[in-house]
Structures are given as C-alpha cells and as structure tokens.
C-alpha cells in the first residue's frame, strides 16, 4: 500500500515553455502532499506543502508564480512550473502524507527529471 | 538545519548485517525517528521509524537508544540492492511536520 505516482518521469523541454508534473496518490487519500527539488549530489529541498482545496505554502526563497501547485482533489497535485530556464532543470520529487497519530508517514514518488535546453 | 547526523558513507559485505548509526541529540518528547533511502535516481524510499521502542518490519530494524539521542537502523542482511543514501530525520507530531533532509549515509554494499 501507500503507493505515489508521478508523470511524466522525465522531460526535455525549451527555455521559456511551462511544464506540468502530476503526483497521484493511488491506494490512500492524501489532504497534504509536498513537493521537493534535487540538484546532482545534493539532498532533497522542500518547494512547498499543497493542501487539498487551499493555497500552497511556499519556502522561502521559493517563487510561488513560477512554481504553481494545486491539489483539487484527495489524489492528485500538480506542479507547473512556468516559463522554465535551464537553472530550472532538476529531479522533482512529490510525495503524500498517509496514515494518522504514530503511523503517520510520508510517502514519495519516483520523481521527474526535467531538462530545461 | 538538519536535527541529525550521519557518517557520510559505510561499506558493508553482501549477506552481512549493515549497521547505520544516527545521531539526534536534541530529539524532543514529541519528536519521531524516521528512516528513508534514496537508490540513485529515485524518489526517497520510506523503511522504518520509531518514537522510543525498538522496531522491526521486513525491511529492518530500528534500534533507538534509552535517551533517544541516537538510534541505528539495522538490514540483517545487506543484498547489493540495498546500495544507497539512507536518511534519518526526526519530525514531531503537530505542527507543520516537514522534513528536513540532511546528507545521508551512502551505504555501498560489496560483493
């Protein structure tokens, strides 16, 4: 169980163009996902916390109007990143919150490599 | 700032037990211990986590000291698929609950 998906896994894109990244929950309902960044040989950084039919909260630093996110429903968030440049290339990694009290666990995706030319 | 430390890397023989240390001295009550690994171009794989007794799954076994201050996460019996970066983070409950991700331990399992 606890299984996270995310599309596309990787993507080439143009300078200037927008890229969206879906992140499904696929056997739990998941009110709070997250989406991170990864540069090579560095570890994970938190972009944002995506609530179910609220507003993402963005770290700092973070450019909420390039980086949108929405989460419509209890499985799905999305993360556009728009008007990509090549310093916007990285793994995007989402992952889902599951279970409540001492189970509670985050559960990641597989990630997406983009590749901005 | 990570609330943990790691050994940057570890080298463990195949079939032998790999014993991965972490340090979190200042763990609060409500504070829990939780393992990830990462596979080299993968997301972060969830194996354990714990508040203050022992824990075992299929996967491993979570070895948290009396004070909590650090814990070891133990695979009785490393394959070479269990070369990775293993995380330890500690997340309280309550809340914004985020993760905090430090740099690991690069576990390399030889043949």
């Known amino acids: 169980g606890a299984v996270v998906s995310q599309h596309p896994s990787w993507v080439i894109c143009k300078s200037g163009t927008s890229v969206k990244i879906e992140c499904r929950s696929l056997?739990?309902?998941?009110?709070?996902m997250f989406w991170y960044r990864q540069f090579p040989k560095q570890s994970l950084m938190l972009m944002a916390t995506?609530?179910?039919?609220?507003?993402?909260?963005?770290e700092q630093g973070v450019e909420k109007d390039k980086f949108l996110i929405n989460h419509a429903s209890l499985t799905l968030s999305t993360l556009t990143v728009t008007s990509a440049h090549p310093e916007d290339s990285s793994f995007y990694i989402c992952?889902?919150?599951?279970?409540?009290?001492?189970?509670?666990?985050?559960?990641f995706g597989p990630g997406t490599r983009l590749l901005v030319l | 700032d990570a609330k943990t430390t790691q050994p940057p890397s570890m080298d463990c023989a195949e079939g032998r037990a790999a014993n991965l240390p972490c340090n979190h001295s200042?763990?609060?009550?409500?504070?829990?211990v939780y393992w990830y690994r990462q596979i080299h171009s993968q997301g972060p794989q969830y194996i354990i986590h714990?508040?203050?007794?022992?824990e075992t799954n299929e996967m491993a076994s979570l070895i948290i000291t009396e004070d909590r201050k650090s814990s070891t996460l133990i695979l009785p019996h490393a394959t070479l698929r269990d070369t990775a970066v293993y995380y330890c983070?500690?997340?309280?409950?309550?809340?914004?609950?985020?993760?905090?991700w430090g740099l690991g331990t690069s576990l390399a399992v030889n043949p």
């Open positions: 992952s889902a919150r599951a279970g409540q009290g001492i189970r509670e666990t985050q559960y």
């Open positions: 056997d739990f309902q998941a009110t709070t």
């Open positions: 995506s609530n179910e039919g609220s507003k993402a909260t963005y």
């Open positions: 200042t763990i609060s009550g409500n504070e829990y």
């Open positions: 714990g508040l203050k007794n022992n």
């Open positions: 983070i500690v997340i309280p409950r309550g809340g914004d609950r985020k993760l905090i």
